[in-house]
């Protein structure tokens, strides 16, 4: 099995059979998964629309997935990210990393979603249930500090 595995898909993300796939073996002492979910922005969303540049965004992906394997030392690691139109409550991304400790496990997580969030070519823009469509969402100065404060380390 390779140590590192990203996609872009349209599809929904199976998450018992991705995880059911990535186990790491019984090298790893911690499997850390995340799970970001599509909400409902206060019940006025439909759905939330993902755009993406194909083969660019899985490029930038692989990208961060192998920085978090230099980084820490990882068994293996997985990144999924949806486009397409994703309804509230539907899976938009799944991280998992698998380690021999906890600690790097939980770290290269985080890493890979602050990247995701802040380096990945994705756009997003809301579909609201009175059947208007909202302008693309602005990227928020909290993602960047999150992803900055990796530099830091």
Known sequence: MEAARNSVRAERIDLAAELERFAPGGDAGAVVTFTGYCRDEGGRLAALELEHYPGMAEREIGRIAAEAMDRWELI????????????????????A???????????????????????????????????????????????????????RL
């Open 97 to 151: 990393c698998a380690s021999m400790h906890r600690r790097a496990a939980f770290e290269a997580a985080s890493f890979v979603m602050d990247f995701m969030k802040t380096r990945a070519p994705f756009w997003k823009r809301e579909h609201l249930k009175d059947g208007t469509i909202g302008g693309w969402v602005e990227a928020k100065d909290t993602d960047d500090a999150a992803s900055d404060r990796w530099h």
């Open 76 to 95: 293996r690691i997985l990144c999924i990210h949806r486009h397409g139109m994703i309804r509230p409550g539907e899976e938009i991304v799944l991280v």
